[in-house]
């Protein structure tokens, strides 16, 4: 039997429905400068090691997208991919004795991210690999590793690279099959190269191809928002990530749109709310009824499709080793990166200190974790999986029950109709309704601290 809040319409929709995109609890805006600038042999002296998963980060992209607040910089001038792959070369290095020779370390995932590997030149991706596989010890070719990449990027060389290397999931931000829409995201890109870029994928046989869409687009209606999932379905892919639009500060949107449009008034804002919910729902409606199952209100999978990695990708577990300038670690006290920005000036000055950097023996931005903190990124990342949390997993984890420890969270997005509570001969899971995971960008932001609240407030966008 299930259990749901009953919920009205004025109740479900009186919350802005698009407040912040969650995939790492705490955010980074949260992050601070360590005091201590503690040293990571010491920081994972006492973590479990035989599981790990590992991030390569490539900070360099070929445009910069008008939608994109990821750390990236456009281009690469002069020999700066060399410098940087060489200073990932030391930091891998130094991660690597760091993570120390007391008991087994093993690698059961990995991910290249950015920015855009594929930016990189084949010879280039194989050394990237070769720092992967030579310094840290990952076996590329026996655990799932997911490589981003674009259409202009993704060409045979680079791909025949990652095929050899090992690469079991490739991801391709297409984001609108429609080439005017395109334009208005401030993405220069036409629909031929994107279906070639994605018939050189299939050439590769690499298991999953992931396409990345995006709806909220100006100018996007229901008809070409459904035009774009079935050019994207006719290629079969085994996961589809359908985004929400967001107009973020410093981004090319954000200056394009500066005093009018998304985020100009009430008004608009509810009004853009409205076409973007509309657009998710029909977009979900419509691969649920082409053979996919829904992994989260973003991640899509074909039912019939191999699962390389784990879903969603969503760092749900400490034990992330994070390579790059723009890489995250976790450690069950400690997450930790390097400086983290979003206008360009700030990006090119991080990057050029990290290419000059020695000593990556200490963490030097981050946040710790304690407190209730390790509870409530449990519930929050488990929750916005469709599986859902599972009651008996969370109390054996942390000996309480998730109801004692957030009464008025749970006991809201209940009344929302937002939450089920579904019994089962394991102990009960607590799982986001439709409408529940319609609303995971506002349900996520809702779980967060107060302290990380605050943070994130004092965060000064740079």
């Known amino acids: 039997m299930t259990t749901t809040a009953p919920a009205t319409a004025t109740t479900a929709t009186a919350v802005r429905p698009y407040q912040s995109y969650v995939y790492a609890y705490p955010h980074k805006t949260a992050y601070e400068e360590l005091s201590d600038r ?66 087994p370390v093993r690698f059961a995932a990995a991910a290249f991210g950015g920015g855009t590997p594929t930016f990189l030149t084949a010879g280039e991706l194989e050394r990237l690999c070769d720092i992967a596989e030579k ?5 590329l070719r026996a655990v799932p590793l997911s490589v981003e990449t674009s259409p202009s990027t993704a060409t045979a060389d680079r791909l025949a690279v990652l095929a050899d290397r090992g690469t079991t999931r490739i991801s391709i931000g297409v984001q609108s099959f429609v080439d005017g829409e395109a334009r208005a995201a401030v993405r220069p890109q036409r629909r031929a190269d994107v279906e070639a870029a994605l018939g050189r994928i299939r050439e590769t046989r690499i298991p999953v191809l992931n396409i990345d869409l995006i709806y909220g687009i100006d100018g996007q209606t229901a008809r070409t928002w459904i035009a774009s999932l079935d050019a994207a379905l006719a290629w079969r892919p085994e996961e589809l990530y359908l985004y929400p639009l967001y107009v973020r500060p410093l981004t090319g949107l954000g200056r394009l749109f500066e005093g009018s449009g998304p985020g100009a008034g009430a008004a608009a804002d509810a009004a853009w709310d409205a076409q973007r919910l509309h657009l998710y729902r029909t977009g979900r409606d419509h691969l649920l009824a082409h053979g996919y199952e829904q992994v989260s209100m973003r991640m899509f999978r074909r ?32 997450h930790y990166s390097f400086d983290y920005a979003v206008g360009m000036g700030e990006i090119r000055g991080i990057i050029d200190a990290f290419t000059t950097t020695e000593d990556f023996s200490r963490a030097q931005v981050g946040r710790y974790i304690d407190g209730d903190e390790p509870r ?87």
């Open 38 to 103: 503690p040293a990571l042999r010491d920081l994972w002296a006492a973590e479990r090691k035989d599981a790990l998963q590992l991030y390569a980060h490539i900070p360099f992209c070929e445009v910069r997208c008008g939608f994109c607040n990821l750390f990236t910089r456009v281009g690469a001038p002069g020999e700066l991919t060399t410098r940087y792959l060489d200073a990932l070369d030391r930091q891998a290095i130094a991660v690597r004795d760091a993570l120390g020779d007391d008991g």
């Open 135 to 139: 310094r840290m010890g990952a076996d």
């Open 303 to 334: 039912a019939d499709a191999p699962q390389e990695g784990p879903d969603d990708y969503a760092c749900q577990t400490d034990g992330m080793v994070g390579l790059g300038c723009g890489a995250r670690s976790y450690t069950s006290s400690l």
């Open 376 to 462: 409530r990124r449990h519930l929050l990342q488990s929750l916005l999986q469709a599986a859902g949390l599972q009651g008996a997993e969370y109390r054996q984890r942390f000996g309480t029950d998730p109801h004692q420890d957030f009464p008025d969270e749970l006991a809201r997005f209940a009344e929302l109709g937002w939450l089920e509570s579904r019994p089962g001969a394991d102990g009960d899971t607590l799982r986001l309704s439709p409408e529940g995971l319609a609303h995971s960008d506002a349900l996520g932001p809702a779980l967060f601290s107060p302290a990380v609240r605050a943070a994130m407030a004092a965060y000064e966008a740079k």
